[in-house]
């Protein structure tokens, strides 16, 4: 009867971790942060952060690290990045290190053929349609199952319709996230969900805001017990180009662990780097 699993169905998978070690994810070439944190394909990540403070920007510049590192194909549901050729050039100045403006024809026709080939859009064709989750799932299986994507983006989590009728908003959340983590499960795809904070109150002492949590995104617990990783972007300050990373959340101790790292944002192009000493 489907559903009943026996040893013998995975043993297989033990006897290879066994032998080659586990799966230890997939870095992407920024040594501080892949000590913490490392992409695995089949699981889902939450990030959050006040909304300015870089979210999307590292996000984007993982899959673009990934992209050349692995060849993986991603697609985006991300309307905050619309018109989508903004959301081009953006990629583009990742992909090339040099801001568009200061592109070379070679740059472009580089950055066309790569796009192409590694990263697609999700957006309706008539703006009455309802763009509900299922409705992004559905297109996400297709790729999946006609290109072999390995990158799924929702950016921003309250930009899709959520539809939840009489359910309250924790048992939608939690009903959500789990048809998310199951999609990526069986097609073996990485979902990123970028979700923003509910309202912080800042520090009456210092004036700050705080470093926001999952616990902190509406909806509930749920956001961080049924994810396999949580990352809160931050700025401190927000007149300089230091990112604070905080992983708040790894599943699994061999893909990485809890801490915080400091990038720099070169905001010429949009990728981030090592802090030099």
Not at 10 to 37: M, N, T, W
Request: with cysteine.
């Amino acid at each position: 009867m489907k559903g009943i699993i026996k040893v013998s169905a995975f043993y297989g998978e033990v006897e290879k971790a066994r032998y080659k070690g586990q799966d230890p994810g997939h870095k992407i070439e920024l040594p501080s942060l892949d000590e913490l944190y490392r992409v695995r394909l089949g699981m889902m990540t939450i990030v959050t952060g006040i909304p300015g403070h870089g979210k999307s920007e590292i996000v984007d510049d993982m899959l673009v690290r990934l992209s050349r590192l692995y060849r993986w194909k991603f697609c985006f549901f991300s309307p905050e990045n619309y018109p989508l050729e903004q959301h081009y050039i953006k990629i583009a100045e990742k992909l090339a290190g040099e801001q568009f403006s200061k592109f070379e024809a070679s740059d472009h026709r580089v950055s066309k053929d790569w796009i192409q080939d590694h990263f697609t859009w999700l957006y309706p064709d008539d703006d009455g349609e309802t763009v509900n989750l299922d409705w992004i799932l559905d297109r996400a299986r297709f790729l999946a199952e006609s290109e072999g994507l390995q990158g799924l983006v929702l950016d921003p989590w309250n930009e899709i319709e959520h539809q939840r009728g009489t359910m309250s908003e924790t048992d939608y959340v939690s009903l959500a996230l789990t048809k998310i983590r199951r999609f990526a499960r069986r097609y073996d795809v990485h979902c990123w969900i970028v979700a923003h904070p509910t309202k912080l109150q800042k520090d009456k002492a210092t004036g700050q805001y705080p470093v926001p949590t999952p616990y902190d995104i509406s909806g509930s617990a749920h956001w961080r017990n049924k994810a396999d990783f949580c990352l809160t972007i931050h700025r401190p300050d927000v007149t300089k180009n230091m990112v604070h990373v905080y992983v708040q959340k790894v599943k699994f101790k061999h893909l990485g662990r809890v801490g915080q790292c400091t990038l720099n944002y070169r905001w010429h192009c949009g990728t981030f780097e090592e802090v030099k000493p």
